[in-house]
């Protein structure tokens, strides 16, 4: 989880204290490729992040998991992969800012 590839850096860690060790791991699905099927499924994506943050006086986890992340009519699929990460992206900075409001300003970059 530590050596995670760069372009799925992305998720809990956003927002992370710059001198924390982040681990992350992410998941992501969509409930079809073709769209409605039937009426649960509109092509929604799951979209999750979990990191671990240690290292100095750090020492925590954190998951954030959503589901439902629509794809409008005649959008790309991806719209509703994106919504969802951008999501958790703004919930997690939120959570770092609180728990550690000193560092807000020197934060990792997801």
Do not use: F
Request: aromatic residues 6%.
């Amino acid at each position: 989880m530590r050596e995670v590839q760069d372009d799925q850096r992305w998720g809990t860690p956003s927002g992370a204290p710059s001198d924390a060790v982040v681990q992350v791991k992410n998941g992501w699905l969509q409930r079809s490729e073709k769209g409605v099927r039937s009426s649960w499924d509109r092509g929604d994506w799951k979209v999750h992040s979990m990191s671990a943050i240690t290292g100095r006086s750090y020492d925590y986890g954190l998951v954030v998991m959503t589901e439902n992340n629509r794809v409008p009519e005649g959008a790309s699929p991806e719209v509703g992969c994106d919504y969802g990460m951008e999501t958790i992206e703004r919930v997690a900075r939120s959570i770092h800012r609180d728990l550690h409001p000193a560092g807000a300003n020197e934060v990792h970059q997801a």
